[in-house]
């Protein structure tokens, strides 16, 4: 992995999911240059990482404001072989 790669991934992952607005005040206000560079750089990046993350909210977090859930349930049936073929003679019968 190139530094510019690195560069990249570390800007993405820190402005998209993991920067307060307290920081990102604090890089427009000391590093505005920067900044600016790197979201023209990555705005294409960023935006799918925000699409993402606003579908995915709307996904968990319906209009009730509770966590849509499912009911999953296995059943696993389980005989050995010689009770298999007890069931299986017993049906053709």
Do not use: H
């Not at 992952?13 to 005040?25: G, I, N, P, R």
């Not at 709307?58 to 999953?72: K, L, N, S, Y």
């Amino acid at each position: 992995m190139t530094n510019k790669e690195i560069e990249k991934q570390n800007f993405i992952l820190w402005y998209s999911l993991y920067a307060t607005e307290q920081e990102l005040e604090m890089a427009r206000t000391n590093n505005t240059e920067t900044l600016n560079r790197l979201l023209k750089e990555y705005a294409e990046e960023i935006d799918k990482i925000n699409k993402s993350r606003r579908f995915y909210e709307r996904i968990i977090q319906p209009a009730g404001g509770q966590t849509q859930g499912f009911d999953a349930s296995l059943e696993i049936n389980y005989f050995s072989y010689e009770r298999k073929s007890t069931v299986l003679e017993e049906m053709c019968q």
